[in-house]
């Protein structure tokens, strides 16, 4: 996109970012010697799964340069000026090059873009407010694949090294497409320290003060934006998945916009949000975790009702089921359902002050204000009925990155039954 005014603050800059798979991780843009021929971007990937580029772009003060391939989990590639140019000062070649941004000229910083928006920036000698680097002849390099869309990611390196870096990923969890559970972005073991071989109640104390930490609260107006990353189609990213239906929508037809109408989607509170929390001041009421796209009117004929099996088909939702009291979720997503009203139960025991103590409890018999929601052992028997997938998996990382928290139950369902099994089976 261009800029008519350049002179951003960071923080107004970054509040219409998405999050992306990729970063940009070194940049040369006062060179040696022709600024034309030499200069060049660097990428990483910190996944563990290859990404195409596809769909990815480079843009400066007046430019757009579209990209193409693929990077590899943890690799890096280099897109080059001019490839004789970038020949001469590392004896390589780069991955791509006849790159058409000008750098050290007009520019004075780079984006990196999808479909979705502006994913990564990184930019010099205050060409956008905060960003004083000052980089003559080497390159800048971005120090930690940690990225906190300031300044402070950013170095300016003693030699280059652009194809190589110090930037890695843990992947000992197994492949972003595996259905095991286990997580692909974060070592386990670290991240559930204090929770390894406990049980029972113990276990669900322990994982509620690893949750509990680092929750980043979202305002209600920034769950519209966080839902269009977590629930992106892996299909098509400029739709969302909706939770009950299935239906893969326009990211832009939710509720409240020019041209929205009863098959606009909206957010829906998996948690009623009227059992429990019901002021946006709350942090379940904005907790992305339990919170899913839906189409408009499926989300009010859902309602506040507990989950539970039985019912009539409720029509709009194929393989939908609703009675007074309940809703049963089509198969797909029952698991999903599960283990978010889990999560919720561990998150929100009533030490965060301006939450309650929330209980699932064995019954469809709740009332609204209280924060109870059932049904336990239909939830109990779900999670085991429909396993973790991929999609699931995925978005647990991408919740992870706005929230800064993750959901325990995906990551390793079975601690569902140590903490719940006794009252189920």
Known sequence: MKRSVLYLSAAMLYSS??????????????????????????????????VSLSNYSLEDNGSSFALSGS???????????SSSGFNALYSDTPDISGMSLSLGNSGDWVELSNSSGVVDLVAWENKVSGWDISARYVSIYRTSSSDTDSVSDWSV??????????LTQDCAGGSGSSNSGSNSQINEADYYADAIGLSGSALKTALQGIISANHTKLTYKEVWTALQYTDEDPNNTDNVILIYSGRSADKDDRDGTTGSDNDSWNREHIWAKSLGFPSTGQYGYTDIHHLRPADKTVNSSRGNKSFDDGGSAQGEAANTFADSDSWEPRDEVKGDVARMIFYMEARYDGSDGNMPDLE??????????DPNI???????????EDPVDSFEQRRNDRVQEWQGNRNPFIDNPQWIESIWGADCN
């Open 360 to 369: 699932i409890v064995n019954s469809t018999s709740v009332s609204s204000g």
């Open 374 to 384: 059932g049904v336990l052992c239909a939830l109990y028997s779900w999670n085991d």
């Open 157 to 166: 390196s003693g030699s280059d090294s652009p194809g190589t870096g110090t």
């Open 17 to 50: 970012l998405s999050y992306s798979d990729i970063l940009i991780s070194e940049v040369l843009y006062d060179t040696p010697g022709t600024d034309s021929s030499e200069e060049w971007i660097e990428l990483y990937n910190p996944g563990c799964d290859a």
């Open 71 to 81: 990077i590899e989990a943890g690799g890096y590639i280099t897109i080059a000026r």
